[in-house]
């Protein structure tokens, strides 16, 4: 089984809520990701989570705040989003093994901020 | 850091034609390449995979190949069906504890 669990499927925010996404494995994997995609494009790492230890962080604003509660869950805390942060958010894990790390993509979760 | 570039954008083929994508990689050290299938409205798919030890890795009707003195890698699609229409993305990364670097992305329709 290769599946990466992300919700909600939708979600529609205005500017000055707060909201999580949330996104959960159970392969093992011990590292996770978030990635943000907009139409047309490649997605773009954001985060990247370790053994539950924050490794990578893209230079992303602080108003995306990334948790990672155990080996199986990754969060995304949103807060005071702009309309430009509408975007399909996308969480991996990632299987290393003999110097390579295979990943695999959760559904996204499609983000309009208004 | 890494480069990867890939081509073409669009392509469009008939039912039963081949389809290959390309992409080129700039950093030597880069040792495995993923090739990502997405669908609309849904998450990228690993769909094949070839490492930097190997030149050629088929999977029914996908194969992929690597060039690694050129620094380039392929995607073909052979019998293309409908349902392989979707954009595809190629990567490339230097494995344990590296990112991933995505290609631009190919959008393929296969035309009935």
């Known amino acids: 089984d290769t599946e990466v669990t992300q919700t909600p499927k939708h979600l529609v925010m205005g500017m000055t809520n707060k909201k999580s996404l949330k996104c959960e494995q159970h392969m093992g994997h011990r590292a996770m990701y978030w990635y943000k995609q907009k139409a047309k494009k490649p997605p773009e790492l954001m985060f990247v989570y370790s053994y539950e230890k924050l490794s990578i962080n893209e230079s992303v604003p602080s108003r995306f705040s990334p948790e990672c509660p155990n080996s199986s869950l990754l969060n995304l805390h949103l807060h005071a989003l702009q309309p430009e942060d509408s975007a399909l958010y996308l969480c991996a894990s990632s299987q290393e093994g003999r110097g390579l790390r295979v990943e695999y993509f959760g559904p996204g979760t499609r983000l309009t901020v208004t | 850091g890494e480069n990867v570039e890939q081509h073409p954008s669009t392509l469009s083929v008939q039912e039963g034609d081949s389809a290959v994508i390309k992409c080129t990689y700039s950093?030597?050290?880069?040792?495995?390449f993923p090739w990502y299938k997405q669908e609309l409205g849904k998450g990228p798919q690993l769909i094949i995979d070839i490492r930097s030890n190997v030149g050629e890795k088929k999977d029914q009707r996908i194969a992929v190949t690597l060039n690694k003195t050129a620094k380039h890698f392929s995607l073909h699609i052979t019998e293309t069906q409908p349902e392989d229409s979707a954009v595809y993305f190629c990567?490339?990364?230097?494995?344990?504890?590296?990112?991933?670097?995505f290609g631009t992305g190919t959008s393929l329709t296969v035309i009935p």
């Open positions: 990567a490339a990364s230097k494995g344990t504890g590296n990112q991933f670097y």
């Open positions: 950093d030597s050290a880069s040792n495995y």
